[in-house]
């Protein structure tokens, strides 16, 4: 069964301090897996796409990794505005469908 | 460029009335999405329109929900009756036909009581 979990649910970070969040994955193959940023009460707001392991993207503090099983989403020197929800979808090779995590709560303290 | 539009923001019912949602994707984007998302967790597919054609709707409680895309840009999504357990964010997410990126638009929130 496909299936995408995320790690931790949680994470409370002082400004400054880097941290790592993770999101593995369990598919037949793999079309296209995806990093959204979410604000309360927004709608997701699209970060990456990585279709192959060993490829990495880059954007401002983000960087976002991606292995045969997993993805990580490092955040470098994280500033109170990086405070959001992180999700993270897989879309399988085989049919149409995309799978989202439950999602990281990330709270940065000034 | 214009996001994708939703309305209403918000809305509540009773159950077993019914509920119609609206949304207006990104101009020229030609795959639209439809995604429930209940507190605490992730989104999840209820049904992908190319253009005007259904792509996937095999998570979608045929029973009681209902969706069309008109000419292939807007979309409404309908529940009748509505249940307690239909309580979410109902949210509308756009994409170009040639890559999978999704735009996402504010959602609205349906409660039923």
């Known amino acids: 069964e496909d299936q995408v979990t995320q790690s931790p649910e949680a994470l409370r970070l002082q400004e400054g301090e880097s941290s790592s969040l993770n999101c593995s994955y369990t598919?037949?193959?793999?079309?296209?897996l995806f990093w959204y940023r979410q604000d309360p009460g927004k709608g997701p707001e699209f970060l990456f796409t990585?279709?192959?392991a060993g490829e990495e993207k880059e954007k401002e503090r983000l960087k976002a990794t991606l292995t045969k099983k997993e993805s990580f989403l490092h955040i470098t020197a994280p500033k109170p505005e990086d405070s959001a929800t992180y999700l993270c979808?897989?879309?399988?090779?085989?049919?149409?469908?995309?799978?989202f995590g439950t999602g990281t709560s990330l709270t940065v303290i000034p | 460029e214009a996001g994708v539009a939703q309305s209403p923001r918000y809305k509540i019912i009773e159950k077993r009335q019914s509920v119609a949602f609206w949304c207006n994707p990104i101009?020229?984007?030609?795959?639209l999405y439809w995604y429930q998302q209940i507190l605490g967790q992730g989104p999840k597919l209820l049904i992908q329109?190319?253009?005007?054609?259904?792509?996937?709707d095999s998570q979608l409680p045929k029973d009681r929900f209902s969706a069309e895309r008109l000419k292939g840009v807007d979309s409404t999504l309908k529940i009748q009756p509505a249940k307690l357990e239909d309580s979410a964010v109902y949210l509308c997410?756009?994409?170009?036909?040639?890559?999978?990126?999704?735009?996402f638009g504010p959602g609205t929130r349906l409660t039923v009581t």
């Open positions: 979808a897989v879309q399988p090779n085989t049919g149409n469908q995309f799978y």
């Open positions: 598919v037949s193959g793999l079309r296209g």
């Open positions: 990585l279709y192959s």
């Open positions: 101009s020229g984007h030609a795959t």
């Open positions: 329109f190319q253009n005007n054609g259904v792509v996937d």
């Open positions: 997410a756009s994409s170009r036909q040639d890559v999978y990126e999704q735009y």
